[in-house]
């Protein structure tokens, strides 16, 4: 190599510049913060620990509801304080303020540049703009799965960007756009990245799973040589081949939802649906114009149910929407009765700026609307506490998230079922493990007791 190459890449990586990054919000937001580290990591740039390592900080908002608002104006404001050169993306960049032009620029004039959410090529212009390109970017830093702000064994896939939907509590659409599809030959080869470099749980995510393709009509596409049509089924299908743990989020009880059901009994993806159905009355799930509205969701819950008794459904409901009447809520509740979900949980109906609802007849008062949140939790509670006391005794597979010690000083693996995701459900605490076991291993164990939320099982020999 000659001696003059040798100098520069021993200049620039001495000094390569720094990035500060702040991630704040929903997995999705988390998948557009990887996707930007990985850019930023593939051109060369360090990410920095802290504030005032930084030559620049990006910080990536959410802006669904008023708190994760407030969160993210403080996160901007502490980071201009710290640092003094921000950038800003994700949802609430996307979102107006009370002159009618933009919230953040309107409460930080500071920030060096705002943009909306999935915008890795904006942020990047930005980034270039305000802090140079390093020189010699070393991309084989950069591991082919892109770098992952998840432990190194599970990680989200995100397969679609926006949503083709309109429920009135919600402004996402106007945040994130339509519905936008990523080739099905794209996110297998990022499946088989992640695989490839340790992942043993898949986290598929979107706005909308069941909807995966629609907006560019089931188009074929090729993985292996061989034609996969960008839909849910056939994804699943396809990721089933990868041997891991596939789990799928946001699923919406359209017909074709069925379908992956026999994936699930036969193991190829793990029996569980992350489906929200937010409530159960037609009237409310019409006033909230909720996909799939008029599906029988009951019925069909007790088919999947038939064809894969193992399934595990995660939902979540809104208590209070404006116009509900105390016979509607019984009529959640009795549906709670009959639907028998395994994990569940329930919002206060929270007017969001911006969304079809606020301007809804009937406001439910603040205080019956919490007190039919807490109405609805206790409810719940006694079924979700009793489908995990129904598992005492079973043997259960378990994916190592880590490794602790119980009261009695004895070492226990911390992990989870296929019945729990990571962050929002249940943990499962395992004692007689090996020394070996470390997270990311698969145990097998079986149940000797549930709590409210998590069970305690024993390694099977
Ligand atoms: S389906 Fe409804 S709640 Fe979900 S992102 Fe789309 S509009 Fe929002």
């Not at 979540?316 to 994990?343: N, S, V, W």
Request: proline share 6%.
């Amino acid at each position: 190599m000659p001696t003059q190459t040798l100098k520069r890449i021993a200049k620039s990586k001495a000094q390569p510049p720094k990035v500060g990054f702040v991630s704040l919000g929903c997995p999705k937001a988390l998948v557009d913060s990887e996707q930007i580290i990985t850019q930023l990591r593939a051109e060369g740039y360090d990410i920095a620990p802290s504030y005032d390592g930084a030559d620049l900080v990006v910080v990536n908002t959410c802006g669904f509801i008023d708190s994760a608002v407030e969160e993210s104006l403080d996160a901007i404001g502490e980071a201009l304080a710290e640092n003094g050169k921000v950038i800003v993306t994700g949802c609430l960049g996307a979102k107006k303020g009370d002159s009618g032009s933009n919230l953040i620029q309107e409460v930080h004039p500071k920030v060096l540049a705002v943009t909306g959410p999935h915008a890795t090529d904006e942020v990047m212009a930005h980034v270039h703009a305000h802090l140079p390109q390093p020189h010699d970017p070393f991309i084989d830093l950069v591991p082919a799965a892109g770098i992952k702000l998840t432990p190194k064994h599970y990680a989200y896939l995100k397969i679609s960007e926006g949503c083709n939907h309109r429920c009135t509590f919600c402004i996402i659409p106007s945040m994130r756009g339509d519905l936008v599809s990523r080739p099905v030959a794209n996110v297998m080869q990022e499946a088989e990245n992640l695989v490839k470099s340790g992942v043993k749980e898949l986290l598929v995510i979107s706005q909308d799973t069941s909807a995966y393709g629609v907006d560019i009509k089931y188009r074929t596409g090729f993985w292996n040589g061989r034609p996969i049509k960008t839909r849910m089924t056939e994804l699943c299908g396809a990721l089933g081949e990868l041997g891991v743990w596939v789990r799928l989020h946001y699923v919406y009880p359209y017909p074709h939802v069925d379908e992956v059901i026999p994936l699930m009994a036969d193991g190829k993806v793990l029996p569980y649906l992350d489906i929200p159905f937010q409530h159960a009355n037609a009237r409310i799930l019409k006033l909230m114009k909720r996909p799939a509205a008029a599906e029988k969701t009951l019925e069909r819950i007790h088919a999947w149910r038939k064809a894969c008794p193992d399934l595990t459904i995660r939902s979540t409901f809104i208590a209070g929407f404006p116009g509900e009447t105390e016979a509607e809520f019984q009529e959640l509740l009795d549906f709670l009765t009959e639907a028998q979900l395994d994990r569940v949980g329930c919002f206060a109906y929270s007017p969001v700026e911006g969304a079809r609802a606020n301007d809804l007849p009937d406001p439910v008062p603040d205080a019956l609307r919490a007190e039919r949140q807490a109405r609805f939790m206790a409810h719940q509670e006694k079924i979700s506490a009793a489908r995990l006391q129904a598992k005492v005794g079973r043997e259960i597979d378990v994916l190592v998230d880590r490794l602790a010690e119980n009261d009695r000083k004895e070492r226990i693996a911390v992990g989870r079922s296929k019945a729990d995701a990571p962050e929002i459900d249940g943990l499962v605490y395992v004692t007689g493990v090996s020394k070996k076991v470390a997270p990311g291993e698969f145990l097998h164990a079986r149940v000797v007791a549930a709590q409210a939320h998590d069970l305690v099982a024993e390694a099977c020999t």
